[in-house]
């Protein structure tokens, strides 16, 4: 059995798909089309406020304002200031001149006009336009009124014959509003059809409109191609590709869609007076404008030239109080900027570049997936840095693109998708997470003091189940004699005992950070540094050796006072410990439906042979080399060792160095510490073959044991006695030339 990691494994191939999948749905929706439409708006006013290219310096706006309708008169203008201000604009020799108003043909019951005057002035300026090869275009909008004008007799306009595709898709209405038969004669005309989309904005232009059963030009089509003069018979149109201008217009292409619009690529607010950087689109005031013209070439004053000039431009005239809207860039700009923004993009190819929704979001699940792959096995924390990040390095570069490039990238519904897919995995992983901790408390709980499993939670590392290797220590107890318990107790009362020795020695091994691995009868094993790593597992391991025989003092002390509750036998109660550090296999073990967290390898069974070893020396917590170096290189000298000597265990053959673990050397008398001086030079005399030094340091440190037989409870021998008793033997049966000093163990 494993532990599942704080991952998203399960989540890797569904998640992204479901998210984005949902985020695209949601985008079909009017509302969230429109959302996303606000997104480009923002990222248009962005780009304005970077700086951005000027416009085509062929197109000037003449501005239908207040200070016109102030000066003149309130609008509408009689037609014959219009015929003034474009038979005097000739003088400038504009290359195109455009009309985005509406000069209906406005006649009487008997088909007289209203203003006889005004259009025949109006009609004999387009007249000398015509002969000038200034061509002139009119706005016109199509009408479901059946009193509409009559489509037989368009003009100079032409419809367009040159169409592949189906033509039901484009904006139909069997009428029109055209200029007076007077202007359409002489001029052009082109539809000004603008339906709002989102926010009330005109974001997708058409340019083309089917009139009854003929497909007419958009106003800005029109004069793009009066700009270049370019037959309708030279026009290709493919829709949901584009309009092909043909060699006249460098075969300029303008992209439409299968309805034959445009997406409006809207740079420019008008030029206002105090504008320093000239980089909004060129406008000027319809009665300044027309009064510069009089003074120049009517009145012929020398001093006296128009603001701005209209040699080779495109002009467009238009209405800027009334006639207004919302624009990306404004809540109310004039209609006519709409129209020249167009033209701006056809001159200067500047088309929005929509990106393939498959490439978006293709590029939305890579980077879903990656994500996942990535984090993974991190952090709540980081899987939070990382959706900031992400979202913010989105958005900077759907910005960089409409602004460098002007590639339209979605941004609202990937950026939803995205939040779904990191919401479902943090809830994922915080849900993950918490039955990881409920796991891991619940497996090691019984094993693990809650400080430990405190940290193991709060370092979010899971202990590496079903086999690890590790360097920890050992630790091996066992009750002295427990055998004899049994004979002397009633079963009840032996349980109550060694509950309560048990949970003594539980509770001072989980403080210390160590790891019960089992109960064996009246046996603890455990281990230091496992499942959560320890630097110091050694020292931890020592220390707590020394705290379960200080404990176990206490326990004689509370069974003394307690009188014949319990026998002698328990009053005198002794326990061995056995310790060794070294490289163990860590990890759940057993079969697959049952297992227990444990340790296995030599080192672990050298720790038990430290333990039963411990008798034959006299001592009650006995240690190897390994175990006395680790220890040291933590806790210092804060702990007292002695050195036993070596000895061959059953089941190895090289020598293991052993050592007692006395005590904390702050509770330690002189005294004591006197004895183990003389035990270890009575040791060194020993391994020098001086049998008769030994044996004298061996009765002097006897004296001075912290646990002499027959005085203290339970104690039988110790390692003076006992190397009295090997010394005696060596010295009757002298070891042979090759003696090391090494002694074999014959028990476990």
Known sequence: MKLRAPAVQDLVFVAPLLCFGFAWLMAQFAFFDGLEWRTLDWRTRVRAEAGQPAPNDKILVVGIGDRSTNNIEPWPFRRAYHAQLQMMALHEKPRVWVWDVIFANRVDRTGVSLDLESDLDFTDATVAAREANVPVVFAAVSSADPTGDDLSAPGLTQAFDRIEGPREALATEPEATLPFPGLRENGYFGTVDAPRGAGGIVREMPMLVR?????????????????????????????????????????????????????????????????????????????????????????????????????????????????????????????????????????????????????????????????????????????????????????????????????????????????????????????????????????????????VIQQMVDSGKNPELGGMEAEITAYFSDIQSFSAFSEVLPPRQLVALLNEYLTACTDIIREQGGTLDKYIGDAVVAMFGAPVPLEDHAYRACLTSILVQEKLEELRAEWIEAGDKWPAIVRQMRTRIGLNTGECMIGNMGSRTRFDYTMMGDNVNLAARMESGAKSWGVFNMVTEETRRACEQHGGDSIVFRSLGKIVVKGRTQAVPIHEVIGRREKLTAETLRGVALFERGLARYLARDWMGASALFEQSAKLERLLPGDAAGVKSSPSLVYLDIVAEMAEHPPGPNWDGVYTMTDK
């Open 211 to 451: 009139l009854g059963d003929r497909v007419y030009p958009s106003l800005t089509l029109q004069t793009a191609m009066c700009y270049w003069k370019v037959d309708v018979d030279e026009v290709r149109i493919v829709l949901g590709d584009g309009i092909y201008l043909g060699p006249k217009a460098d075969n300029r292409r303008i992209p439409i869609n299968a309805r034959g619009q445009l997406l409006v690529n809207y740079r420019y607010e008008k030029m206002e007076p105090d504008d320093p950087i000239g980089i909004e689109m060129p406008t000027i005031e319809y009665f300044d404008q027309m009064v510069a013209l009089f003074q120049t070439y009517v009145a012929k004053e020398a001093d006296v030239r128009p603001p701005v000039s209209m040699d080779g431009k495109i002009v467009m005239v238009g209405e800027f109080s009334t006639d207004a809207g919302p624009s990306p860039r404004a809540d109310l700009s004039p209609l006519v900027l709409l129209h020249a923004n167009v033209l701006n993009n056809i001159l200067e190819s500047d088309y929005v570049q929509p990106t393939d929704p498959f490439h978006v979001w293709g590029g939305a699940l890579i980077v879903g997936y990656a994500g996942i792959l990535l984090l993974r096995r991190r952090s709540i924390f980081l899987m939070s840095l990382f959706t900031v990040a992400a979202l913010l390095a989105y958005t900077w570069f759907t910005f960089d693109a409409w602004i460098e490039h002007n590639r339209w990238i979605p941004l609202a519904a990937p950026l939803l998708g995205f939040v779904i897919l990191q919401f479902v995995l943090i809830v994922h992983r915080v849900l993950v997470e918490q039955s990881s901790k409920a796991q891991l408390r619940s497996m090691f709980g019984s094993y693990l003091s809650p400080v």
